[in-house]
């Protein structure tokens, strides 16, 4: 197809990382993930045909293919939207798929799925902004093996009527880059039984609950799993939440009967899941009345994306 004079966009979701199921090297896979598309702080992308190529990101193994396939047209790289960096979403994975995602299409690549991952340069302990840019919902992804990318092993949709009620300290922002890479070479193989309780927690209570559309049991063990899970941080994280403000909040719900919570990836970002909009809508008026000493607390609510990314041309 020729895209002469027209314009490539690429839109995808966000994601929130429920945490690992493991870390350490057990059974010769390491690590393990679970998380949720949502349909907000979506990334979006254009590509378009130019007299220079222009793109805020560099990819060699990209130049590499175009140079072996032939492919000497130009071509520019728009950000139209992106979530906030560091903060729980997983911009970087969404930004860079879309981008690849984009150029495959415009150029006429014939890139396999595997093929683009493998571009990305994403996926080094995390499957989870992989899984839901392709397929969106809950997914669970099968671990990381040597120096392949995780591959998604389960992949559900989620309820949509449930909501999540999300919250954020633009004061802070999550661990990334070297700081991350350090935490995780570090960290200690002493992990054995925290991997082998979220693992059951995982397939006997989170898994069923979301097939089932059982609620109460669903928040129950996202309760359990994320007090589990954050015990792997620790040494970088003294508590389950990056944030005390948010901490306090959380706290306060959860005691007003709100079990599914949690932080997504390093934080800050939190959510609290509700049963309805409408629930999310209530609960966030007596935070706001509660807490509005806190002004570097923003809440949003949103729901569940369960497709992944999609494209048009314009």
Same mark, same amino acid.
């Given at each position: 197809m020729n895209f002469s004079g027209k314009k490539v966009i690429v839109d995808s979701p966000a994601r929130l990382h429920l945490g690992f199921y493991g870390i350490n090297k057990d059974l010769d896979y390491s690590f393990g993930s679970i998380g949720l598309a949502i349909n907000a702080f979506r990334t979006i992308v254009s590509a378009k045909y130019a007299r220079k190529s222009q793109s #805020?990101?560099? =990819?060699?193994?990209?130049n590499q293919i175009l140079k072996k396939k032939n492919i000497n047209k130009s071509y520019v790289l728009e950000i139209i939207s992106s979530p906030p960096k560091h903060i729980g979403l997983g911009s970087g994975t969404q930004l860079s798929l879309c981008f690849i995602h984009a150029i495959n299409i415009l150029l006429n690549l014939n890139l396999s799925k595997d093929e683009c991952i493998r571009l990305s340069s994403r996926g080094k302990r995390s499957g989870i902004g992989i @899984?839901?840019?392709?397929? @969106? @919902?809950f997914v669970v992804d099968g671990c990381k093996k040597d120096h392949l990318y995780p591959k998604t092993l389960f992949n559900l949709k989620f309820p949509k009527q449930w909501h999540i009620i999300l919250i954020n300290d633009t004061s802070r922002r999550g661990s990334f880059g070297r700081k991350e890479s350090e935490f995780f070479n570090n960290i200690k193989n002493t992990t054995e039984t925290i991997n082998k309780e979220l693992s059951f927690i995982l397939m006997r209570g989170l898994f069923p609950s979301i097939l089932y559309e059982d609620f109460? !049991?669903?928040?129950? =063990?996202? =309760?359990?799993?994320? $007090?589990?899970? #954050? /015990?792997?941080? $620790?040494?970088?994280? /003294?508590?389950?939440y990056?944030? !005390?403000? *948010?901490?306090? *909040? *959380?706290?306060f719900v959860t005691n007003s009967g709100f079990k599914g919570v949690g932080q997504s990836s390093w934080g800050p970002l939190s959510y609290i899941f509700t049963e309805s909009k409408a629930e999310a809508e209530d609960v966030i008026k007596v935070m706001e009345s509660k807490f509005k000493v806190y002004n570097n607390l923003n809440y949003q609510i949103v @729901?569940?994306? =369960?497709?992944?990314?999609?494209?048009? *041309?314009i």
């Open positions: #805020s990101l560099t =990819n060699v193994k990209l @899984g839901t840019f392709y397929s @969106g @919902g109460d !049991n669903f928040c129950d =063990n996202l =309760n359990h799993y994320q $007090k589990m899970t #954050s /015990r792997f941080y $620790k040494s970088n994280q /003294r508590d389950t990056l944030s !005390n403000d *948010i901490a306090k *909040i *959380i706290k @729901g569940v994306s =369960n497709t992944g990314c999609k494209h048009k *041309i």
